[in-house]
């Protein structure tokens, strides 16, 4: 895959080490893009710092920034901190928010709002800012992460569904508003991955459920992303990736 130099790239929820987030920006540095993340809470200050050295020792320029995407007034914020010295070519939608075991019964309008907020309105208002201000014909790429709503329910986190399921409607229709602007955008489901949270009864459960006998990891991700930024992508757009090594539950 031929390495994006000179190429900036924006990668939101990235603050924690063992995420996909961090997976990703450390594939698209290796790559040679330097990189700009936000993480939040502010908590994650630290493990944020240590991922900014490791992508400079790849011989990029990257920072990084704590910003609550829960409030609108975010957006703007982010991009102009991303943009300053140059304009960002590469998006990556990554941040997520989720409450576990929150079945139909206990959903509430603060919660769910709290999950639209996160998941579906502030990837879209980023996406859209980032096309209108991305150059025509500069390549720009615009990814998003998704869960696979459309494969099947997700019993226990009906609003996390909901709102995440958007992406993919919004995937597809925006990738034909930009597609003039020469711009790309797609979105990846990476399907069950370990990014700290799999238990060994979890591993012994949904093991058998892939066929090579493993739970993705988050450089399987994160190498599909970066796939998906470099040139050789420029034709795939509109595009829902199921990148999950043949994972069967449903």
């Avoid at 020792?57 to 703007?76: K, R």
């Avoid at 892939?210 to 420029?234: N, W």
């Amino acid at each position: 895959m031929k390495a994006r130099r000179d190429m900036r790239a924006l990668v939101t929820g990235a603050g924690r080490k063992s995420g996909i987030g961090a997976a990703i920006c450390r594939e698209l540095a290796r790559h040679g893009a330097d990189i700009r993340f936000t993480y939040w809470p502010p908590e994650e200050e630290a493990e944020a710092a240590v991922l900014v050295e490791e992508l400079k020792d790849e011989g990029v320029d990257a920072a990084a920034v704590p910003f609550d995407l829960s409030l609108a007034e975010s957006i703007d914020p982010i991009l102009d901190w991303a943009s300053k010295g140059e304009i960002p070519r590469i998006l990556v939608n990554n941040a997520a928010y989720s409450l576990r075991d929150l079945d139909y019964q206990a959903v509430t309008p603060e919660i769910l709002d709290r999950h639209y907020a996160v998941n579906l309105r502030a990837p879209l208002l980023l996406a859209a800012a980032f096309a209108k201000q991305c150059p025509p014909g500069a390549g720009g790429r615009i990814i998003s992460m998704t869960s696979g709503q459309s494969l099947g329910g997700m019993p226990g986190e009906i609003a996390y569904a909901a709102t995440k399921g958007g992406i993919d409607a919004f995937t597809r229709t925006l990738a034909a508003e930009v597609a003039s602007k020469g711009i790309t955008v797609n979105a990846v489901n990476p399907g069950p991955t370990d990014t700290g949270w799999v238990t060994p009864e979890i591993r012994r459960e949904l093991s058998p459920h892939f066929p090579f006998g493993r739970i993705g990891e988050p450089t399987d991700a994160a190498r599909l992303v970066a796939f998906l930024a470099s040139e050789e992508a420029s034709w795939i757009t509109g595009q829902i990736l199921h990148s999950e090594g043949g994972f069967r539950s449903r």
